[in-house]
C-alpha cells in the first residue's frame, strides 16, 4: 500500500494493524495523539511563548489541547489506515488538527463570548482574569479577547507546521495540502457566516444547514478522513465514498450538536443548559421548530427569538415549546437518516474490515454523543 516514510514503532505500536481496531482502539489513537501533542509542545512552547511575557499561556493550551476527544485526528488517521498501515509519522499528521481545532475554539469562545469551555474558564477568560489579577493597565476583557485570539493565531501556524514536519514524505504531503486548504476556507467562511446567524433574521433551515456543513461539519469529519486518505494514497473512488460518509455523519454530528445547545446539561457539556437559546443563535433546533409549529406556536416563538432580554424562565419555557412542536423527534429521524446514507457509502468500496467497523463506531460516537 503507498504510503509516507516505512516505519511502526513509536506512538502506533498501541494501537497494532489495521484489522486489530477493536475493544479500546480509540482510546489507543487519542493517547497516541496526545503524545504527539504534547511532545510538539514541549519544543515549541520553550521556543516560542516566554517571548509572550503572559505566563499562562502555556497552561491554557494545554488545558484545552488535553481535554479534547481527538475526534478530527482520529478520522484522518482512519482515512490513513484505508490506504495504509500503521505509521508514528501519520499519528503525528492526524495530531496536527488538534491544534487546528484549538485555533477554532478559541476563536469561536471569543466570538459567541463564551464564559465556559469544556467546564473551565475559557481561553480569554482565563486570560482576563490573569490580567486582572496582575492588575494590568486597560480592559482585562479587551485583553482576554486579543490574548485568546492571538494564541489561537499561533495554534493556527503549529497545526501546519506539525503537519509538513510530521515525518510524511514531501510527495505524500503535496497529495493532501489542497483538500486541507479547502477545510481551513471552509471553516473561516462558516464562522462568517455565523456571525449573522441571529434568530431575529428568521433564517431558513437550508441556510442553516449550510452554515453547519461548513462550520462543522466538513471540517469534523469529512475533510480529514478526505486528507488521511489521500495522504495514505487511496484511489478516488474510496475518497469521494469516505468524503460522502463524512458529510452525512459531520451534519448528524452538527444536528446532535445542535441539541445539546438546546437540552445539553452543564454537568456533560461544560456549558449552561440552554446556551444557544441565550445567545439567541439561529441553530438548526430552533430554525426547525419554528417551520414545524402552528401558527400559535409559531407567534410565541417569535416572541422569543426577537426577545432582547432573555431571563431564565424564558428559556425554559423555549425549551420546552421546542419539545412541545415535536422537534427533537424530528431532528432524531434527520441523524438516523444521515447516519444511514453514511453506512450505505462505506459499504460501496473495498475497505479493511476493521477500518469499516471502526469508521461505523465513530459515525454512532458522534451521533450518540451526550457532550
Not at 469529519?221 to 486528507?227: D, F, H
Amino acid at each position: 500500500m503507498p504510503a509516507g516514510r516505512n516505519g511502526t514503532t513509536g506512538h502506533t505500536q498501541a494501537l497494532g494493524t489495521a484489522d486489530r481496531l477493536d475493544g479500546p482502539w480509540q482510546s489507543s489513537v487519542r493517547e497516541s495523539v496526545l503524545s504527539a501533542v504534547s511532545e510538539f509542545l514541549d519544543s515549541r512552547c520553550a521556543q516560542s511563548l516566554p517571548g509572550s511575557r503572559v505566563d499562562i499561556a502555556e497552561n491554557v493550551l494545554r488545558s484545552l489541547l488535553a481535554d479534547g476527544k481527538c475526534l478530527r485526528s482520529t478520522f484522518l488517521y482512519l482515512g490513513w489506515l484505508a490506504g495504509a498501515h500503521p505509521e508514528s509519522a501519520a499519528i503525528r499528521a492526524a495530531a496536527s488538527l488538534e491544534f487546528l481545532h484549538a485555533f477554532a475554539l478559541m476563536q469561536d469562545d471569543v466570538m459567541d463570548g463564551s464564559p465556559m469551555r469544556r467546564g473551565r474558564a475559557s481561553a480569554h477568560r482565563a486570560f482576563e482574569d490573569w490580567h486582572h489579577r496582575r492588575r494590568l493597565p486597560g480592559s482585562s476583557a479587551r485583553f482576554g479577547e486579543s490574548a485568546a485570539i492571538l494564541l489561537g493565531d499561533l495554534c493556527l501556524v503549529w497545526a501546519e507546521q506539525m503537519l509538513r514536519e510530521s515525518g510524511l514524505a514531501d510527495d505524500v504531503l503535496a497529495r493532501a495540502w489542497p483538500r486541507y486548504d479547502a477545510m481551513r476556507t471552509e471553516l473561516a467562511v462558516g464562522q462568517f457566516a455565523d456571525l449573522v446567524n441571529d434568530t431575529s433574521v428568521f433564517p431558513s433551515l437550508d441556510d442553516v444547514l449550510d452554515v453547519a456543513r461548513r462550520k462543522s461539519g466538513n471540517y469534523t469529519v469529512r475533510r480529514p478522513l478526505e486528507i488521511g486518505a489521500a495522504l495514505s494514497g487511496c484511489d478516488e473512488p474510496t475518497v469521494s465514498a469516505l468524503g460522502d460518509y463524512g458529510v452525512a455523519v459531520g451534519e448528524a454530528f452538527q444536528l446532535r450538536d445542535d441539541l445539546l445547545g438546546v437540552f445539553g446539561q452543564p454537568e456533560t457539556t461544560g456549558k449552561p443548559s440552554g446556551s444557544d437559546l441565550a445567545a439567541r443563535k439561529a441553530t438548526t433546533v430552533v430554525v426547525a421548530a419554528y417551520q414545524l409549529g402552528s401558527s400559535s406556536q409559531r407567534r410565541h416563538l417569535e416572541q422569543l427569538m426577537t426577545s432582547t432580554d432573555l431571563r431564565d424562565d424564558d428559556i425554559t419555557r423555549w425549551q420546552c415549546l421546542i419539545a412541545e412542536i415535536g422537534t427533537v423527534e424530528w431532528m432524531e429521524q434527520l441523524i438516523d437518516r444521515r447516519l444511514a446514507w453514511a453506512l450505505h457509502r462505506l459499504d460501496s468500496v473495498s475497505l479493511d474490515g476493521g477500518v469499516r467497523s471502526a469508521l461505523a463506531s465513530m459515525a454512532a460516537a458522534c451521533t450518540e454523543r451526550v457532550a
